[in-house]
């Protein structure tokens, strides 16, 4: 196939390979599951944490440790691998009295030797103040900015990867393309160009080596919770070394002493006399002859244990049994960097030692035509490669981003997303030397004045848009950087997951409720009244009129709910026997029983927000609201006084705006300013960083905090036109992690504090255009549930443990 043709296809067939549909494996040992959960209320004190995470653990490094209200350590025992579960970390603990309790975690990949730290709550019998971390992330992988060790940890693998496809690419375009026109080269040019040649593989591959060892100093230093001290000591030191990662990095580093060392081996060939003398005034005698074939081979070796260190020792595919170095994941990684080194290493050598010798030997018009052949055979290579880093490319995307949700919404994701525009800018470069550029140049030799072409406006229009694709090339191996530092996070909505049909099918679902306590309880408020799920079956605990809301408190038993005649109807037994009394006339739309006290309930109603301190019996008024009614109410995670209220407008003049209230409802006031919410405020939701979400009645969902109460929209990634916010649930342990039900839209996810959404509605009934009136998380399960006019649906993770 001629040239002119095949440049072209490869753009088609790399931009369509990039795109592929993904599939799911997880990069970093991130937290999958955990027992306890987060933020559960337990009845009786655990005896062990046990956390699942998504690769194989380096036992000796990774670390749980469990804190009381006063920093006092409730470890047992130091934490231990589960025999024959790798993935799994254990820690006993002592008696735990009433109260809540911070499980730190720090894991660290046996594969790829990656560093991640999270924390989460629980408690006993009560809910309490848990003692505070500042900076530690939650569950996660940690999307934020790095600290200094992790910024210094990703430049230093930057160098590393430049310098190895540096080192790799000049020394295979040096050898097997440059070298098959040495008996047509200027002696001179050939010379400079055995010089320039050197000195960048020399200087490779000691970026390389020190980079090497920053990233490796750093990572220590990250272990040792950011002490230079134990850094360097020698259960560090162990830790590291004695996984496969730190065996790796000790290959990894005798290849590049080795072919440094090779570099200075080997004498100048005698047939270059003009070389020799170059070389000799340059200070360079009894150098290497870069022929040899050693840089080339370790380097090789080197990209092979490169990709053994990184995501691909993780991913179960066609891995060789009780082994992590040789699998067909690594074998594919190993090809993408070779290609990357090839195409990428080629043009840096074009840049660095080809051009420079070039210009610098004030070559002959003769040597622009074998420029341009030189050019010619590295055209072919370049094809190849950019096939060879593609079609491996994307299986590492694919095995690594579970959506086209996480591939929009993770930093990994954002980051491929700029690596497959800086490798289509490159493309396009190519093309435009290759195709407009070179055969101009061409034309103009063949013409009557080729004298005319050395240093011309063509040659130096060339000579710059070669040298402007290792720069993008540095680009594109920084996003890889960024790649290899950040997994995507371990989130609900892998692929091929979709909602399926649980209960109820034709009932609308009002709302629900799930249990603290125990994983298979669930409730739901229908137009007929209350159902309950427990062991595997559902059936109806409360015969009355449209349930419009349901709240469960901590002891799974004391229940209360709300319908639209205006009674509250309360429970103590899990629904078994209920009383009611009327709150009002005009329906009640939101109910909610205080923190550690469920006979403290609250009532949004026609006409305003209603208090009973008797769990029901009597009801006062605290708030009055004309044309309006209270829809939705929120409490400040760890707080029994600190409560929110949203209301909606039930006619022309009616508020619609979120109270505030310090004293349980006692007192209510205005929260927040900005806030246009349409029809009113149908739900809110609080994380455990203080932030407050609010759905509104058509204009979506908007954001604030105690700290700063302005409220601001968050809605990117929704769908233009009206968006009423029904229901909104957050994820415990995920602050960044909330789902909104909507009217009409389905089901809208965020990973980051809601700067942008993503709609996860496959499967529920008519899709993206479902009616979900209430959603709920369930930690103990770790799975949403939608309560929709078809019944009620569930969402949980596949690929899970």
Known sequence: MPHRSVLPLLVTVVLALMLATPRLALAHALLLRAD??????????PARIHLWFSEDLNGSASRVVVWDRHRTVMNARGPALVPGHPRELEVALERLPPGSYLVVWTSVSADDGHLLRGSYLFSVKVRGPGPSLPGTASSGGGQGLPDAAGLGALFAHWLELLAAVAWIGSAAFSAFIFRSFADRCDPVMAGIEELRLRLLLRVSLVVLLSSSVADLVLQAYS?????????ISTTTIRSIFGEQYGQLWLGRQALGLVALAATFATSIREDEP?????AVAAGERGSVSLIAPVPIIFGIIYLYLLAASGHAASVNVGTIEGSHMYSAAIFLDWLHLLGVALWFGGQIYIALALIPALLTSGASGGDTPLFLEILNRFSPVAYLSVALFSVPGTFNGAVHIPSWDAFLESVYGRSLIVKIGLVGIMILVSIYTVYILRPHLRRALAGPDPHLVVGSR???RLVWWLRVNPVLGAGVLLATSVLFFYPVPATLSARGQQWSQVALPGVTIHSLAVGHDHSGLVYAGTEQGVYRRARGGWQRVLAAQTIWSIDLAADDRSLVAGDEAGDVYVS???????????????????VSSRRGSPRWVLAGAGGGLYLSRDGGARWERRLRLRQSGGAAFAWLPGSSRVVFAGVVAGGPGGSTTVFMSRDAGESWHVFGRRLQSGGGVMSLAFTAHGQVFAGTMGLAVWRASLAHASWIRTRDGMPPGSIHGASLTVVPGRPGTLFVGTLGQGVFRTTDAGRHWSNISEGLPAGNTAIVLSVRYSPLQDALYAGTTDGVYRLQPGERD
């Open 572 to 590: 103590s037994d899990g629904g078994q026997r209920w009383r009611h009394s009327l709150v009002t006339n005009q329906g009640v739309y939101a």
């Open 458 to 460: 063509g040659v130096k």
């Open 223 to 231: 272990l040792a919770g950011g002490d230079w001290g134990s850094a």
């Open 36 to 45: 306890p959960p987060p933020d559960v209320l337990l009845r009786t004190a």
């Open 274 to 278: 003009r070389g020799r003398e170059l």
